[in-house]
């Protein structure tokens, strides 16, 4: 497995994933699979090319994406949120998402970001784990994150990982 950023001709694969993810596990993104259906194909090219979203690939397959949003304002440079971060559920358990969360994480590092955020459905309590076990802690509950259409609201915990080892209490 490999770990890369998504290029331009990457595009359709990152579409059908992100269709899939949000069809398959809806607590998980923000967007309802409607709403990532409706993202402009034409446009798909130009999203790859911001740079801001990463894969993991068996052979040319890609099996998974994380998407980093970096802060623009100088005061909030230090940081960058993560998230949609998804691997498709036959891949889910080999490996795949560690190997993309640690690129992708690296990767954060040498750019000189020292703080990654992300929000998490308090009730995927596998990704939660997953996430600790990669040095991100809890911070914060948003209740009422989202209301999903056919099960209401559900709270969203804030995660934290101090990529330069500070204390996140402060």
């Known amino acids: 497995m490999t770990v890369r950023r998504l290029e331009p001709e990457d595009g359709e694969a990152w579409f059908r994933l992100l269709v ?8 998980a993104f923000l967007q309802t ?8 194909r034409d446009r798909l090219p130009s999203i790859m090319r911001d740079g801001h979203h990463w894969g993991v690939f068996e052979g ?12 623009t304002l100088s005061r909030m440079a230090h940081r960058a949120y993560l ?8 891949w ?5 998402a560690y190997r993309l969360l640690d690129g992708v994480l690296a990767i954060l590092r040498e750019s000189g970001i020292r703080q ?3 929000w998490v459905a ?9 996430y600790e076990r990669h040095g991100f802690v809890k911070v ?9 259409e056919d099960t209401g609201p559900e709270a969203d915990l804030l995660m934290v990982a101090m990529l330069d080892g500070a204390d996140p209490s402060v």
């Not at 889910?92 to 795949?96: D, E, I, L, M, V």
């Not at 914060?140 to 999903?148: D, L, N, S």
């Open 20 to 27: 899939e993810g949000a069809t398959l596990f809806p607590a």
């Open 92 to 96: 889910q358990g080999t490996g795949a």
């Open 140 to 148: 914060g509950r948003m209740p009422r994150a989202v209301i999903m």
């Open 33 to 40: 699979p409607g709403e990532a259906r409706a993202t402009p």
């Open 122 to 130: 308090e009730a995927n309590g596998r990704a939660f784990a997953f």
């Open 116 to 118: 990654v955020d992300l």
């Open 60 to 71: 040319d397959d890609l099996v998974g994406f994380a998407s980093i949003r970096f802060q």
């Open 83 to 90: 998230g949609p971060f998804y691997i498709r559920p036959a």
